[in-house]
């Protein structure tokens, strides 16, 4: 089942925070986000495993809690470059090899 | 490093006609390999993935089929398309055990008219 994401968009002024939200059905072992400019391929952001972490790198974290199924992905003080669409994509378990991407969230920063 | 090659870039195919999309990874040995395909506008949709030499698992029943005939190459193929296979296709490879990012190639625009 697809993992479901909010909000489907979302526009944001330059330094402003965003929260993207990714929720599944099923339970998770691990959660990546990737990030898609319009006409490009999507492109690796960070990787969540199984056992409530926390990850982040420059202005972009993201936090896993495996007993909600859910994940979020934090951009603090936006940049014009963090416009794009996100996707949360999730595996259910170690060795099932696949990755079921999320409906994605559509993120525009104006300046 | 590793890189991944994906061709053509754009394609405009008739409807009824074949279709080979090719994919190859460089630098890695046994990766996962995947085809996702992107309606415009929408989210990404697994097609196929393999875990090794011709073992191909298929996501979505349609007139698509995948190959792997080496073990980083991998081949999506249709003996005859239909007006909704147009889309966005993806091909993606990662390590195996799903800690680790995907990477994703360029992509294949393709237009069945």
């Known amino acids: 089942q697809q993992p479901v994401q909010s909000p489907q968009a979302v526009i944001l002024r330059e330094g402003e925070d965003a929260v993207i939200n990714c929720s599944s059905s099923?339970?998770?072992?691990?959660v990546h986000w990737y990030r898609q400019k319009h006409g490009e391929a999507p492109v690796f952001l960070m990787i969540l495993l199984k056992g409530g972490e926390q990850k982040g790198h420059d202005k972009i974290s993201a936090s896993f809690n495996e007993k909600k199924q859910q994940s979020s992905l934090y951009l603090t003080a936006s940049q014009l470059s963090y416009s794009g669409t996100y996707f949360c994509?999730?595996?259910?378990?170690?060795?099932?090899?696949?990755?079921?991407f999320g409906t994605g969230t559509r993120l525009t920063i104006i300046p | 490093s590793q890189t991944i090659h994906q061709w053509p870039a754009t394609l405009v195919q008739p409807v009824g006609s074949p279709l080979s999309l090719e994919c190859t990874v460089e630098g890695t040995s046994n990766p996962n390999l995947y085809w996702y395909r992107q309606a415009a506008g929408r989210g990404l949709q697994l097609l196929f993935y393999s875990v090794g030499i011709g073992q191909i698992s298929s996501e979505v029943p349609q007139n698509l089929s995948a190959s792997r005939p080496q073990d980083r190459q991998f081949i999506l193929s249709s003996k005859k398309l239909l007006l909704s296979d147009s889309g966005f296709y993806l091909c993606?490879?990662?390590?195996?055990?799903?800690?680790?990012?995907?990477?994703f190639g360029s992509g294949t625009r393709l237009t069945v008219v």
């Open positions: 993606a490879w990662g390590p195996p055990g799903q800690i680790y990012g995907y990477t």
């Open positions: 099923k339970a998770l072992y691990s």
């Open positions: 994509g999730t595996a259910i378990n170690f060795g099932n090899e696949k990755l079921t």
